[in-house]
């Protein structure tokens, strides 16, 4: 009986080496790439080989996983992976964009100014929220004037020539003011920062991601919507509807501190555009709001502002000119004209030299439109690639005065009927 | 086997597999702090095998200091330490202090998130030592604070130093016990039975605990994976577990108490001195009574070393346990 116990033994043994060997043979085979960005190789897409390529400026085979990520390059087990990842899901959010997206030959500190989005994109009014601070404490008496003096985090731009070159972080604990106080806890939900309010329209990520990840679908009466919050994938072919993931969402009640969420979406896009008693062209609806506000408009232009007035500054007249004046144009004679450049990013229309574009007050290239030798213009949906002729103001019937440029003037005549 | 607990040949089993797996791995090991873990990750995750030699290193060695406790506490409590084997016993405490530099020497050099805390908390416990602790931190760390320096000399008293060390001592301590007669037993005027276990048949006891030990071990690494974690950075805060290796945690739990010279080097070294005087001060075991557990003659003996163990498992509970 005793002499079987070796036997036993030895055969336990024999099935443990199986079972280690078959275990073995159930690992995944690894996928190595070496991109040539960063010269090291990583196994990322052993796993994660279903995933789409973020974006054509992008390209896996030359940027790989890890140099946008972080994440432990060479193991395959997905915890130990993923531990060191920069921004979780997100490495574009502002708490690590700097390492995620940053660098001299990226967005961060380049030579070509036009491309240091990050010093940009985290000083504009989008991600310091500094006018809304500004204006609810001088509303209730915190602060003498607008001028902003928070933002969400502490910023210090020294060269900015806006006459604001530093913000304080806002801190609702500081607050001496119980409305500003409501207004920190309540109110923080729509800058590149926070996180999205819950439910499946406003889906959005935080940092670059909120606008260049479209967790929207481009299509609001399209039934296969994909607001998902799991999608990989940059663009700057960003639809009303990531805009409309922050914008167009309700009322604020300064009473009692609150924002009011619509109610009526989604619906169609004529309808649920703007609020119901807002009047608007056919250009406010038919378009996308990319089509005519510009990169410096949402982004920032590197300075700090105190409201979005400062920044903004498309207007009718920019593309349709004045009874005077026709609208500004530029004719493409340098091949590194940045018209070119965006054009490539979100190729919708097929630019060449010597074609004459729109170009705005500040000179930035309308590069979705054409001028056309009849005297017309042409636009293309950067988001729809509809094509869509019109006319200037010179030589119409319009007798609107050329000073008179806010929206309230065009629309008297100019509103869409509902 | 139902005496000795096979306790002392597994751990000789165990040492070989450490020796033998260690030596594979070493072929994959980088002892440079930017490549330390990577080269563990690529080992682990990339080498075909590579996993499940460093998981049967790393259980080896787990069990190497559990399979040697228990086996000091085998020879305690059956009285075996009596002459004339006390040199034989201080080469066995000897032995003991030896895997666990060498569990806490290998331990550190994954050199990633998960050990650092215990890295500098370790080598923090040298520098409190009065007088002479500044001097013999840098001897031991090769600088101001852990760095490149401090991994090379890990990893040489890991291959090298305490390896030899251990590796002489095992040699010493399987000769004498050969010496002092084999397996503590009574002389033969005192024996109730003159027939020894045939060598056949301890071979095949053996034997049978290794095949049993190495089905476990195997199991174990193919189910069970070492630990690992991310790469350590310097800028990165401690964002790593701050617990010690689990045999010492009981030593971390007394830190809490405390001065960290009294608690972390003072007590840690008084428990080892008494394990080690135990043969030469306490009450010595009846020669008439060896090869059986809990003999009379040494009773003191038996109380203090089970005190000292319940003392460290309950300490090491304690810190396990608020965690969990």
């Known amino acids: 009986m005793r002499r079987y116990f070796l036997l036993a033994a030895s055969f336990s043994l024999l099935l443990s080496l199986l079972t280690a060997a078959w275990q073995e043979s159930l690992r995944p085979k690894p996928i190595a790439l070496t991109p040539p960005l960063t010269g090291q190789v990583e196994y990322c897409l052993t796993c994660h080989s279903d995933l789409p390529q973020i974006s054509n400026s992008h390209p896996v085979q030359t940027f790989g996983c890890v140099v946008c990520h972080g994440g432990e390059r060479l193991a395959l087990n997905a915890n130990l992976a993923h531990s060191t990842m920069r921004g979780g899901k997100n490495p574009s959010d502002f708490s690590v964009v700097q390492a995620s997206c940053g660098g001299a030959n990226c967005h961060s500190g380049t030579a070509e100014s036009y491309s240091n989005h990050i010093q940009r994109a985290t000083t504009s009014i989008q991600a310091t929220y500094a006018g809304a601070i500004a204006s609810i404490r001088y509303t209730f008496g915190v602060q003498a004037d607008l001028k902003a003096r928070l933002g969400i985090f502490a ?52 940092g670059c991601s909120a606008c260049h ?102 207007q009718c007249k920019t593309c349709h000119g004045t009874l005077t004046d026709l609208p500004q144009t530029r004719t493409l004679t340098d091949p590194n004209d940045l018209a070119f450049r965006l054009a490539l990013l979100n190729p919708v229309v097929d630019l060449k030299l010597g074609d004459t574009i729109l170009v705005t007050e500040k000179g930035e290239p309308l590069w979705n439109t054409l001028a056309l030798p009849d005297g017309t213009y042409q636009l293309v949906g950067k988001v729809t690639r509809q094509v869509f002729l019109f006319k200037p103001v010179r030589g119409s019937g319009c007798t609107q005065n050329g000073v008179d440029q806010s929206s309230a003037y065009c629309h008297t005549c100019h509103s869409v009927e509902r | 086997m139902r005496y000795t607990l096979a306790a002392g040949g597994l751990a000789v089993f165990l040492a070989l597999i450490l020796l033998v797996t260690g030596l594979l791995e070493m072929f994959y090991y980088i002892p440079t702090p930017e490549q330390a873990a990577t080269s563990i990750q690529t080992l682990t995750f990339l080498v075909p095998y590579g996993g499940l030699v460093r998981n049967l290193h790393y259980w080896s060695a787990q069990f190497l200091i559990i399979v040697s406790i228990v086996h000091l506490m085998r020879v305690i409590l059956t009285g075996a330490y009596a002459p004339p084997r006390r040199l034989n016993y201080l080469l066995g405490m000897g032995l003991l202090v030896l895997a666990i530099l060498l569990d806490f020497t290998g331990y550190v050099l994954r050199w990633d998130e998960g050990i650092r805390w215990a890295l500098v908390t370790g080598t923090n416990l040298v520098k409190s030592i009065p007088l002479v602790g500044s001097a013999l931190y840098t001897i031991l760390v090769g600088g101001t604070q852990p760095g490149p320096a401090t991994l090379i000399r890990f990893y040489g008293w890991h291959i090298f130093g305490l390896t030899l060390a251990a590796g002489i001592l095992t040699a010493w301590h ?25 060598r056949f048949e301890l071979v095949r006891r053996e034997l049978l605990a290794m095949l049993l030990a190495a089905t476990g071990l195997l199991l174990l690494s193919t189910f069970a994976p070492a630990p690992l974690a991310a790469s350590m950075t310097a800028s990165a805060p401690a964002s790593g577990t701050a617990r010690a290796p689990w045999f010492f945690l009981w030593v971390q739990q007394m830190l809490k108490l405390g001065n960290p010279f009294v608690w972390g080097v003072v007590v840690p070294l008084a428990v080892l001195m008494l394990f080690s005087l135990i043969p030469y001060i306490l009450p010595k075991p009846a020669k008439s009574e060896l090869g059986r557990w809990f003999p009379k003659s040494n009773r003191l003996a038996q109380v203090v070393a089970l005190l000292i163990m319940l003392s460290i498992v309950t300490l090491t509970l304690l810190a396990i346990l608020p965690a969990s």
């Open chain 1, 155 to 206: 910023i210090q731009v020294p060269q900015s020539t806006s006459g604001i070159t530093a913000l304080e972080a806002f801190d609702p604990a500081q607050e001496t003011n119980p409305f500003v106080q409501a207004f920190g806890q309540t109110c923080l939900t729509c800058h590149l920062s926070a996180l999205p309010l819950p439910g499946s329209v406003y889906i959005r990520f935080t």
């Open chain 2, 174 to 198: 399987i000769f004498r016990l050969r010496r002092d007669g084999g397996i503590a037993v009574p002389p033969p005027p005192l024996r109730e039975d003159q027939t020894r276990i045939t």
């Open chain 1, 213 to 314: 990840t479209p967790t929207q679908s481009p299509d609001r009466t399209s039934t296969e919507q994909v607001q998902s919050n799991n999608i990989h994938k940059l663009t700057t072919s960003i639809a009303y509807t990531q805009c409309d993931s922050c914008h167009n969402r309700g009322n604020y009640d300064l009473r009692n501190m609150t924002f009011e969420l619509r109610q009526d979406l989604p619906a169609d896009r004529l309808h649920d555009f703007y609020q119901p008693i807002a009047q608007f062209t056919s250009c406010e609806w038919k378009l996308d709001c990319v089509d005519c506000h510009t990169r410096t408009e949402a982004m920032g232009d590197g300075n700090l502002y105190s409201t979005k007035k400062d920044i903004q500054y498309i």
